[in-house]
């Protein structure tokens, strides 16, 4: 069984930063693509960022030159460092990652940006 758990929300002021780390422990062969999505209250989850585990990155329009992806295929981890942040950027952040042919969610980390 493979558990991926999500830490370093929090509250944060606008134009601040934060870094999420995902982490995936059990049985794993191999990572194949992680990602961030995140979910505001009364929308639909969305794509946050992707990454492959070759390095390639894809992201949203709307965090594209704030946010930054990244992964450490040794330790199974993936991070988020977030800069300059809105507020509409609160959401719970959630990371997913899939080592064919499964794929996992995890619980979700609140984010939120408020004065």
């Given at each position: ?10 509250l944060?002021q ?8 995902c ?26 960022a992707?990454?492959e ?8 329009d709307s965090?594209k ?15 988020l460092q ?25 619980q979700?980390t ?6």
């Amino acid at each position: 069984q493979v558990q991926v758990v999500e830490s370093g929300g929090g509250l944060v002021q606008p134009g601040g930063s934060l870094r999420l780390s995902c982490a995936a422990s059990g049985i794993i062969f191999r990572l194949d693509t992680m990602g961030w999505y995140r979910q505001a209250p009364g929308k639909q989850r969305e794509l946050v960022a992707t990454i492959e585990r070759s390095g390639s990155t894809n992201y949203a329009d709307s965090v594209k030159g704030r946010f930054t992806i990244s992964r450490d295929n040794a330790k199974n981890t993936m991070y988020l460092q977030m800069n300059s942040l809105k507020p509409e950027d609160t959401a719970v952040y959630y990371c997913h990652a899939v080592s064919a042919p499964y794929a996992y969610w995890g619980q979700g980390t609140q984010v939120t940006v408020s004065s």
